[in-house]
């Protein structure tokens, strides 16, 4: 396996916008009340491609606050990727980050559990792991993961995790309005992050612009061996409580997605 590494020109110079981003967000939270938070989003392929220890160190390096996480495995035997068989990946990955983890499991598979979980610095108020509509049965049942957490200063936000499916608009398109009904009229502000399996001209984003800022910029997420769509947002609301600092997506060999991370200010009236 090949990790992309940044001694490049350019993999420097995004380097060192990142450092300046984290800089500016930070003085901007000095001069008043807002809340400084990076998230990061990615989704692992089931570790197919990388190891957990890999893994958790790569996302030890960003320093997220939050991290979603889809294609999480939960003491599976996949006969295609018999070295992550019988873990416990969230536990592993929280170990190896250096932060708490939490998993939400949507199917029974192979022997275990498969699902999306969550990596997070903060502590946490309530956590709920939502099953998303499931319209047509040969589909696989999709879900949320929900908590509520508690920032540095004591203010409280909603970070979720979710993966759409990819297979049937149909269904995605009934999981995108159940995200929109769930979180509409919500006092509290709110980060949704994930693999929407829907690139930027999808019906289904276009639906959750309607109540969610995209904090990503329109680089391709996937797939690693030949990137041509967007498939992966982090999304905030609401839209003029969230400022975006700085958004990349993360040209490494770990996946068959690309990472995505950005920095984000919430600025309290």
């Not at 939490?102 to 969550?118: H, R, W």
């Not at 099953?131 to 696989?140: A, F, S, T």
């Not at 970070?159 to 769930?182: G, K, N, Y």
């Amino acid at each position: 396996m090949r990790i992309l590494t940044s001694t490049s020109f350019t993999m420097r110079l995004r380097h060192i916008l990142l450092i300046s981003a984290w800089l500016l967000a930070c003085a901007a939270s000095a001069q008043g009340h807002n809340d400084t938070i990076r998230v990061m989003t990615f989704n692992i392929h089931a570790g197919h491609d990388a190891s957990l220890q890999q893994l958790g160190q790569f996302i030890k390096r960003y320093q997220p606050d939050f991290v979603a996480l889809q294609e999480v495995d939960h003491n599976t035997r996949r006969t295609n990727c018999p070295h992550q068989n019988d873990r416990d990946f969230i536990t592993e990955l929280a170990y190896y980050s250096g932060m708490q983890g939490l998993f939400g499991p949507t199917i029974k598979f192979s022997g275990g559990y498969y699902g999306i979980g969550l990596l997070t610095r903060h502590q946490f108020v309530d956590v709920h792991n939502i099953k998303l509509p499931h319209p047509v049965d040969r589909m696989e049942q999709r879900g949320m993961l929900q908590g509520t957490f508690i920032l540095a200063d004591g203010d409280t936000i909603t970070f979720a995790c979710t993966h759409l499916e990819a297979f049937d608009s149909v269904s995605r398109a009934a999981q995108a309005q159940f995200i929109l009904d769930h979180f509409s009229g919500s006092m509290r502000p709110a980060i949704l992050a994930g693999d929407f399996n829907a690139s930027p001209d999808d019906p289904v984003i276009g639906q959750l612009m309607n109540q969610w800022l995209d904090c990503t910029t329109g680089d391709f997420t996937f797939s690693v061996n030949s990137p041509s769509e967007k498939i992966d947002y982090i999304l905030a609301q609401p839209k003029g409580a969230w400022h975006t600092i700085e958004s990349q997506v993360i040209p490494v060999e770990l996946s068959d997605h690309y990472p995505v991370i950005a920095t984000l200010i919430l600025t309290h009236d």
